[in-house]
């Protein structure tokens, strides 16, 4: 009973730091971003008529980018809501063409500014639309885009969307290779270690820990596209040898 009782305050405890954390990050986030909202839309709106086509262009681009990081940031922060399992989907018909554009105009910059260059390989088999929630499909790949880029400094990040391999094991998820579609993003960075390639996908668990570290980010990333991959029916995979890159499918 005294063991009972010790393990539900570490619980509560663990929870407390959680719902801190998250309230804290939400709140760091928000208040930078809020800035470059409002000074992206007041440059996009060119008042002063001192701005040429191409930078109204660029400042919208940030202010409308902005706006997308916002709405997931009031999401993503929300762990226990993922968790719960009290995400609605919204499933349509998601033309892979829009999809792809979407996520070149995206990682354009961060590509041109790494000097990496972003390579998309769409089968020819695959009919030209997906049925699936846009958004949250769109949620997954840009975490996984913008983690692929974090870690690769040469060379580059390839997107290859096709039919899963007929051997492929979907047991996780139920899926039929013959029917579904395999989403692979592969980086030529760091790799992970075999012994690390489970924890990466826990909340607030990171492969490149400590404060010392030379790769950011929160450490949710991975575990929110595990849970949304799951709500829409699928799976994440990865494959990853140290040194030589990774793939999460």
């Not at 040469?154 to 290859?160: F, I, K, M, R, Y």
């Not at 010392?212 to 575990?223: A, N």
């Amino acid at each position: 009973q005294e063991q009972l009782r010790l393990k539900a305050q570490e619980l509560e405890a663990a929870s407390r730091y959680k719902s801190e954390f998250l309230a804290n990050m939400s709140h760091e986030l928000r208040t930078p971003l809020n800035s470059i909202l409002i000074l992206s839309q007041l440059l996009g709106q060119n008042k002063t008529g001192n701005l040429g086509e191409k930078q109204i262009e660029s400042a919208k681009a940030i202010h409308a980018s902005g706006t997308d990081l916002l709405r997931l940031i009031n999401e993503i922060l929300d762990l226990s809501k993922v968790e719960a399992g009290r995400i609605e989907l919204h499933v349509e018909e998601l033309p892979f063409s829009a999809m792809i554009s979407d996520l070149q105009r995206v990682f354009k910059g961060m590509a041109s500014e790494k000097g990496v260059r972003l390579v998309v390989d769409k089968s020819a088999e695959l009919p030209e639309a997906l049925l699936t929630d846009g958004h949250r499909l769109q949620q997954i790949l840009r975490n996984l885009l913008s983690n692929a880029f974090k870690f690769t400094d040469a060379g580059a990040v390839t997107l290859t969307i096709s039919r899963p391999a007929p051997d492929a094991d979907l047991s996780a998820s139920g899926l039929d290779p013959a029917t579904s579609v395999a989403l692979a993003v592969r980086d030529m960075g760091i790799g992970i270690p075999k012994e690390k390639q489970a924890t990466i996908f826990e909340a607030f668990r990171q492969a490149d820990g400590g404060t010392s570290r030379k790769y950011g980010g929160t450490g949710l990333g991975l575990s929110i596209s595990r849970e949304l991959a799951k709500l829409l029916g699928g799976e994440i995979q990865l494959e990853s040898i140290e040194g030589q890159g990774a793939t999460f499918t």
